[in-house]
């Protein structure tokens, strides 16, 4: 999809409507349970003022607006507790880049709320005085924020935009473009995976119907050993028999380990078997076939949904796929997925040689690795890019998803060893998921329930993002 984004000349042409609505107002509270997308809520002079900021894409970006359909849950983001109570001083544009920079004074200090929405990696960070970095959506190497160097040509191009309410309103338009699509091929990508599933199955099927429908044949080849029973002995790997219905002699192979009346007891068996079998093999296929219809049909009507509400019809068939989906994913992932409140990744292992596949197989050596301390459990995984830390809050997720997934689960409370993976290798042969650590530092928790139920939500979420 071809999206015209967020430009610099746009944030220039906004900042005197956000100098004139929000400076000097009082920040009351952040709504928006995704900490990539959400609502600050400030006041000034007895009036509610809101600034959305987006920090995903397809169109990082932010301005003004009256929409009231965000989700409040301003305890549980990670910035409310950092701007409770602070009051916004001045806003800026840095380097006259897509850089917006709100300096706020609390009743302790003085901090600033630095947004980069950049299309490829949009940020936020929270900076003191100093400009080091006390908290940020994605962590970074460094410990001091520094802008990208200046861009001569970002504001050369004038702004279509001279308002919030224009930009809001062409960019939700593009968005909910953007989403449609992206919906689409999800949905398209499920119904085909499952549309091969089912071809597959019906190869299946097919190949087990002809073998079954040589039932009478190995029956057949039973009653010609019979006729040569005398002749038989263990071991025999072949035997030549005088087979009465083609009139000619032939050769059946034996399985040179099964006593004469084994081989027999063998290829009757079979015949039944395959017999039994054949009753039910013929709607079995037909029901495939019929699957395989259905789905055909559902891939071409999603060509033709164009709103989200026309997407939500395919409900009821997505929901058996990605029931089979889930099941085939859990079978073959040795972790449990879960997400931060910052939406970094977190594994959890499944068990004793899940844990040793998933931390010296699938982890890589920059990622963060933690346990309980002294206690059996599961390991857990965060993944970061290399050079770049876990922010403060999802380490306190994984903090209680190692403490919730350990034998100290009962007693709530429990110190929890934390490293990355580099440091971690294998106790020896034979001892899956057992390790030795060569540096790590120990964190005694409590298990906070709160936090605890916010973990499964997110992950109940992700699994229904269908519904």
């Given amino acids: 999809m071809n999206t015209k984004n967020f430009s610099a000349a746009q944030l220039k042409t906004l900042l005197p409507e956000f100098e004139k609505h929000l400076k000097g107002s009082t920040y009351l509270s952040c709504n928006g349970a995704d900490p990539r997308r959400f609502v600050l809520f400030f006041e000034k002079n007895g009036k509610k003022e809101a600034l959305f900021l987006c920090m995903e894409g397809p169109i990082p970006r932010c301005h003004l607006t009256e929409n009231r359909t965000f989700h ?7 910035l409310h507790s950092i701007l409770k109570g602070a009051t916004l001083l001045a806003i800026e544009q840095i380097n006259a880049d897509r850089i917006l920079k709100m300096h ?18 949009p940020n936020y960070y929270i900076t003191d005085r100093t400009g080091q970095i006390l908290f940020s959506l994605f962590p970074l190497p460094h410990s001091h924020y520094q802008p990208p160097s200046k861009n001569p040509s970002s504001l050369s191009n004038s702004s279509a935009f001279t308002s919030s309410k224009e930009v809001e309103k062409i960019y939700d338009q593009l968005e909910g473009e953007w989403i449609l699509q992206k919906e689409k091929k999800e949905i398209q990508a499920l119904f085909q995976r499952e549309w091969k599933r089912m071809q597959k199955k019906l190869k299946e099927l097919e190949k087990e119907l002809a073998e079954c429908s040589q039932w009478e044949q190995v029956k057949h080849e039973g009653e ?5 029973f005398s002749s038989l002995k263990k071991g025999m790997r072949e035997i030549n028999v005088w087979d009465w219905l083609q009139n000619n002699p032939r050769t059946l192979q034996l399985s040179g380990t099964l006593t004469p009346q084994e081989e ?3 290829r009757f068996k079979k015949a039944k078997k395959l017999h039994g079998a054949l009753s039910h093999l013929p709607a079995q296929i037909e029901r495939i076939n019929q699957k395989i219809k259905e789905l055909e049909d559902r891939i071409r009507e999603l060509e033709s949904a164009e709103t989200i509400e026309a997407l939500k019809s395919f409900k009821p068939q997505l929901k058996p796929i990605l029931s089979v989906k ?4 859990k079978r073959q992932l040795p972790y449990h997925e879960y997400r931060s409140s910052t939406g970094l990744l977190m594994w959890v292992g499944k068990n004793a040689k899940a844990n040793d596949s998933m931390t010296f197989t699938l982890a890589n050596g920059s990622d963060w690795w933690l346990h309980a301390q002294g206690i059996p459990g599961s390991h857990i995984v965060i993944r970061t890019l290399k050079g770049r830390d876990p922010d403060p809050e999802t380490i306190a997720d994984a903090l209680q998803l190692a403490l919730y997934f350990s034998k100290a689960k009962e007693q709530q409370e429990a110190d929890i060893c934390i490293t ?14 057992k390790v030795q650590i060569s540096k790590h530092k120990t964190v005694w928790i409590r298990f906070d329930p709160q936090r605890f139920q916010a ?3 997110r ?5 229904d993002s269908f519904g």
């Fill in 420 to 433: 990355q993976r580099k440091y971690v290798s294998r106790l020896g042969k034979n001892q899956p998921g």
């Fill in 104 to 121: 706020f004074q609390s009743p302790h200090h003085m901090f600033s709320l630095i947004c980069e929405f950049f299309t490829r990696h």
């Fill in 224 to 228: 010609l050993l019979k006729s040569q």
């Fill in 326 to 329: 889930e099941k085939i994913e």
């Fill in 459 to 463: 992950q109940a979420e992700k699994k």
């Fill in 455 to 457: 973990i499964k939500q």
């Fill in 264 to 266: 027999l007891a063998h």
């Fill in 72 to 78: 409040s849950s301003s305890s549980s983001h990670p």
